[in-house]
């Protein structure tokens, strides 16, 4: 069965002052909240599948460089009136049986679908629709240079140019 996201919140856990993952909370469509923590090689390979993904909704024509989409802005709104955060322990202490071990990407003709296999063995699929992906770019995006900088951000640019 496949959950389409209506929150999301993010955050990175750090060790020392050094990126340790990139943590987010989806709440689902059937209500409930996952949390997912991607180590470097997860979130270099949720990039790709963003990246083309967005390159995808450019060739269509229904990705703008300039401004977010209608459809983007008011999905992005839906997801803050859900008012979801990430604890402080889901992000200091996290929870080794939310660690993706596996992500896969199929890319839709209107939306991104995210196979994530956990160490707890646990798989779900994520269907995010298009106008959800420059939001969900865009907060990972964010936390990675709040938390690693420039130098972090410029790594995963690097390593998805592959």
Avoid: C, W
Avoid at 51 to 67: D, R
Avoid at 87 to 114: G, I, R
């Amino acid at each position: 069965m496949e959950f389409m996201p209506v929150a999301l919140a993010v955050g990175a856990s750090l060790k020392k002052g050094q990126f340790v993952s990139y943590a987010m909370k989806i709440r689902l469509n059937d209500g409930a909240d996952k949390v997912f923590y991607l180590g470097f090689d997860r979130v270099v390979e949720l990039t790709r599948a963003l990246a083309a993904k967005t390159q995808q909704l450019h060739t269509k024509g229904s990705f703008n460089t300039e401004s977010s989409s209608q459809a983007t802005l008011e999905t992005e709104n839906n997801y803050r009136k859900q008012d979801i955060q990430l604890t402080k322990d889901e992000v200091e202490d996290p929870d080794v049986n939310n660690v993706v071990h596996q992500l896969n990407a199929v890319l839709l003709d209107d939306s991104l679908l995210l196979n994530i296999i956990k160490h707890d063995k646990t798989e779900i699929d994520i269907s995010v629709p298009d106008a959800a992906i420059e939001i969900f770019l865009g907060y990972m995006m964010n936390t990675l240079l709040t938390s690693g900088g420039e130098a972090l951000v410029s790594k995963v640019i690097a390593e998805i140019e592959k």
